[in-house]
């Protein structure tokens, strides 16, 4: 691990931060994602400052940072879904370009699982687009495999995504509950 990487939990204040990194992401790798660039730069300030806000202290959905040097450079998001089985989904995948390979996925895919556990969760799950060859590797190696649910992309409706799936105990630290 990069030691000069580190992440941490976003904190209430830091909804300014945040609009910054997803549009930075919507603008890199807009394949990746379901919202668009214009969504998120036709959003409101206050839309981030309160997501900002919730995922720093909510049980159900989180967003951590990554830093290089202290500044930020990528991020993902972490939530419970609504139905019974309250699946747990790590989401929104970004690191910029000028640190990737540096493991910083890595730990943000890590640590987002853990506090997911820390919740109760017993496996991860990541959709990811069958066109990014790239982040599909990225997850296979971090031990997620194919759940065999497969979807259209809403966004882009004649494409699809995959639904990605690992255990928990795959993440470092992480003991079963
Ligand atoms: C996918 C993404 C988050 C990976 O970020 P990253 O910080 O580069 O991730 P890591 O460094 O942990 O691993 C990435 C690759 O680098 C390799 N790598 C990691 N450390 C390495 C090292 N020290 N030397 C050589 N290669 C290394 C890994 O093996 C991995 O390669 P692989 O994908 O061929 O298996 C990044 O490419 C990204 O933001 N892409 C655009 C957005 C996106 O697709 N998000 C996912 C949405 S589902």
Known sequence: MNPSLTVRRIAADQGDVFRELRT?????APYAFGDTLEDALGADAS??????AEHA????AATFILYTEGHPAGL??????D???R???????????AVRH?????????TASEWLASEGAREIHAWVADENRNAMRFYERLGFGPTGDHARIARAPDQWETLLVRDVRFAPGVQEH
């Open 83 to 85: 139905t019974p089985q």
């Open 57 to 60: 202290a909510s049980r159900t």
């Open 102 to 110: 540096l493991r910083g996925g890595e730990l943000l895919v890590n």
């Open 87 to 97: 699946r747990a989904f790590v989401r929104e995948l970004w690191v910029a370009p």
């Open 47 to 52: 839309v981030f400052d309160s997501t900002a």
């Open 76 to 81: 993902i998001g972490a939530c419970f879904d």
């Open 24 to 28: 930075a992401s919507l603008r890199d």
